[in-house]
């Protein structure tokens, strides 16, 4: 059966990935039981609703325009448990496993200046999902004698990790008065780049400048080239 695996990552230049070689104890958290469930939200913020959501004094009703979407975000529940009823959880103490949980997807790291943003992996509809923890919430409800918990209830919430050039990628915007990241593929050239962002063919030359190409015509597919306004 498979569970549900968070891994710790790392940020580069224009990507986040896991870390090289992870370490299946200080790297990757894998759950012992599965989510009952988890919830996917999705947003979009408008422009033009006036403050707190009313309209503008004067006018009848605000017009919505749209601004952005907004990062996705994923929450669900863990049942973290140190009976010994969970064959696989044998042998896991739960402050230990609650310590470790919070060390990969909480804990500030001095040497980056931030939390790690984290891969999260669970079947077909959950793959390789980077994000970053927003919230994690423990409820013990199990105790030994000695006050030790023996099972703990963890509600995580965490929102999608981007870097600005993979936002850019994503957003893929139309605008010529916006900038653009295009990631080039088979059979692009810079004259139908420019005619399908500027409606201009012959900006061509100024892109080619800016992105510093010697040759137009046949690009090298996957490069990224920017497209910015063209005054």
């Known amino acids: 059966m498979a569970r549900l695996s968070i891994t710790r990552c790392r940020i580069l230049r224009d990507k986040i990935e896991p870390v090289p070689n992870p370490s299946p104890i200080k790297d990757i958290f894998e759950v012992t039981i599965n989510p009952e469930s988890y919830s996917r939200r999705y947003a979009v913020a408008y422009n033009g609703t006036g403050r707190a959501g009313h309209a503008p004094i004067g006018q009848a009703a605000a017009a919505a325009e749209f601004a952005?979407?907004?990062?996705?975000?994923?929450?669900?529940?863990?049942?973290?448990?140190?009976?010994?009823?969970?064959?696989?959880?044998?042998?896991k103490p739960v402050s230990d496993e609650i310590a470790r949980l919070r060390d990969i997807t909480y804990t500030y790291q001095g040497e980056d200046h931030e939390p790690n943003p984290v891969?999260?992996?669970?079947?077909?509809?959950?793959k390789a999902?980077?994000?970053r923890l927003t919230a994690m919430?423990?409820?013990y409800t199990l105790f030994k004698p000695d006050?030790?918990?023996?099972?703990?209830?963890?509600?995580?919430?965490?929102?999608e990790a981007q870097t600005p050039r993979e936002v850019a990628v994503k957003a893929d915007k139309q605008s010529p008065d916006l900038t653009h990241l295009v990631r080039v593929r088979a059979g692009d050239t810079l004259p139908n780049l420019c005619q399908r962002i500027y409606n201009d063919p012959s900006a061509y030359l100024k892109v080619a400048a800016l992105n510093g190409l010697d040759g137009f015509r046949a690009l090298e597919p996957n490069t990224l080239l920017r497209f910015p306004p063209l005054r």
Do not use: C, H, Q
């Open 137 to 139: 919430d423990v409820d």
């Open 119 to 126: 891969e999260l992996n669970w079947g077909e509809e959950l």
């Open 147 to 159: 006050g030790a918990p023996l099972r703990a209830k963890v509600r995580l919430e965490f929102i």
């Open 68 to 91: 952005r979407t907004e990062a996705e975000r994923i929450s669900f529940d863990l049942v973290i448990d140190g009976t010994g009823v969970v064959e696989a959880a044998r042998g």
């Open 129 to 131: 999902f980077r994000a």
